[in-house]
């Protein structure tokens, strides 16, 4: 008899099932706690009538495969990468922004051919066939476009970052180019001329083109952001940055998860993050729950799924000085609302949480057991929740609370209030991360009576408008 120890655990995120290696494949350093589940859902049928010899009995239908739920926690963990290390990433701007869901303007039921070129690796071939009932999107094209990568053996994949075509690539450097051609005469153009030609010349970012004192900034979490906000979490010189320019989309990226327990290897098909959620305790050390869902999770044997002792693949390439964070250390600054103020906060403890709203869909079609067919997005909520204690001293908590009692008392009070909060985990020096959102809407503070008098303040984090996507950014800094 083989147990399952938790100690033994392994977590992977891939994007495919098959042919992992460091550019598709990352393992997840995960906390003790992890779960994973999936129920069915049922219809109860019972019998109740009248009469001297009534019929009584009931039965159990089957009707639904709920989605997987699961959960674990990871820690924050910055880090500096050199640039001989970094897998390169170029930026192919377009004339107008494109999103996952744009169509391409491609004819039905028709072959398309274009030549790819990359690092200047050779041109490979790439052809497309548009469905019969319409038109492809952006997703589509780029799904077949990394397929054919993939199978020509190339160190590279595409894909959207900010509304720019994003080709990522393992070698990367000063003189590398990438050219999408029309295969038949030879102008470039992607996917259609008529729609997205004319893009410009191509940004190789500075600290992956070989500069002797370039290095990275990046977290050991990075793919879990990406996960969460659609691809915006992006490695740069100054800081590892995390925003959600890309999330305003229908469905979240979607991947393998595979959890090896030692004993047995479960797969998680169609896994998305749908939420994230940051600890700040003071005793503690900073780190994230994250929370998703899957279509449905299977038991697989050794060798479907990803094994960094065959061939020796490390999966997670994060540097044994990626650092932790000391909660202790945490400070957090608000700025504006009615008074125009200013407040210094001591936390006592705080929690920033995203949620992406997500819901699953499953037919109801009657005599089956019916399966998840997929996901959408809702809200995309970003809140914060803190506590601190009711300080007497200038510009602290309770300077906050009466000049928010005062407006709510005038005869004209704020509609919506704006503070720009930065909640920094770890403090303010190396390493640390900042979580800033410039326009909070705060509610009262409510006093809470313990040993010692304290408040606790709920945020909701708000974009410019209605619309757009800058409630939030997240800057990892690391310690050289």
């Not at 004339?95 to 996952?100: A, E, L, N, Q, S």
């Not at 952006?138 to 053996?153: F, L, M, Q, R």
């Amino acid at each position: 008899m083989a147990l399952n120890l938790a100690r033994d655990a392994k977590v992977y995120l891939s994007t495919v099932n098959t042919g992992w290696t460091p550019l598709n494949t990352w393992e997840i350093k995960v906390l003790d706690g992890f779960s994973f589940s999936q129920s069915t859902s049922t219809q109860e049928v019972t019998l109740n009538e009248a009469g001297a010899a009534p019929n009584r009995g009931q039965k159990v239908f089957n009707t639904a495969l709920d989605p997987v739920d699961f959960s674990f926690s990871t820690y924050v963990r910055p880090y500096i990468e050199s640039a001989a290390e970094t897998p390169g990433y170029q930026d192919i701007t377009f004339d107008v922004t494109i999103g996952y869901g744009d169509t391409t303007g491609l004819t039905a039921a028709t072959a398309y051919d274009f030549l790819l070129d990359i690092d200047t690796a050779g041109a490979t071939l790439v052809s497309i066939t548009t469905p019969a009932t319409g038109n492809m999107t952006i997703a589509e094209v780029i799904t077949a476009v990394n397929a054919s990568i993939t199978a020509a053996g190339m160190n590279a994949y595409i894909d959207l970052h900010g509304g720019k075509l994003r080709v990522i690539s393992g070698n990367a450097g000063a003189a590398s180019t990438v050219a999408i051609t029309d295969d038949i005469s030879g102008a470039d153009y992607l996917f259609v001329a008529a729609s997205m030609a004319d893009f410009t010349t191509i940004t190789v970012e500075t600290a992956i083109a070989g500069s002797a004192s370039a290095t990275n900034h990046t977290c050991a979490e990075k793919v879990l952001w990406d996960a969460i906000t659609n691809n915006g979490a992006q490695a740069t010189p100054g800081a590892m940055n995390v925003d959600f320019a890309n999330s305003n989309v229908h469905e979240l990226p979607k991947f393998y998860l595979y959890i090896n327990t030692g004993s047995s290897i479960y797969r998680m098909t169609e896994a998305i993050v749908n939420q994230a959620e940051i600890d700040f305790s003071i005793d503690g050390i900073g780190m994230i729950a994250w929370t998703g869902q899957a279509s449905f999770y299977d038991v697989v044997a050794a060798g479907l799924a990803p094994d960094p002792t065959a061939g020796g693949t490390d999966f997670l390439a994060v540097p044994s000085s990626a650092g932790f964070l000391k909660n202790k250390l945490s400070t957090i600054t608000m700025s504006g609302g009615p008074a125009d103020g200013t407040y210094l906060l001591g936390l006592t403890s705080a929690t920033v949480s995203v949620d992406n709203g997500t819901t699953f869909l499953t037919p109801e079609e009657l005599g089956e057991v019916n399966k998840p067919i997929g996901h959408f997005t809702g809200t995309r909520a970003i809140s914060a929740s803190f506590a601190c204690y009711l300080d007497t001293d200038t510009n602290k908590s309770l300077t906050l609370l009466s000049d928010m009692l005062a407006d709510v008392n005038s005869a004209t009070p704020d509609v919506t209030n704006s503070f720009a909060i930065q909640l920094n985990m770890g403090g303010v020096a190396v390493p640390y991360v900042s979580f800033e959102m410039p326009r909070a809407h705060i509610v009262i503070p409510q006093i809470e009576s313990e040993d010692v008098i304290s408040v606790s303040i709920d945020a909701t984090a708000l974009g410019t408008g209605l619309t757009t996507t800058d409630e939030m950014t997240v800057s990892y800094y690391a310690k050289p």
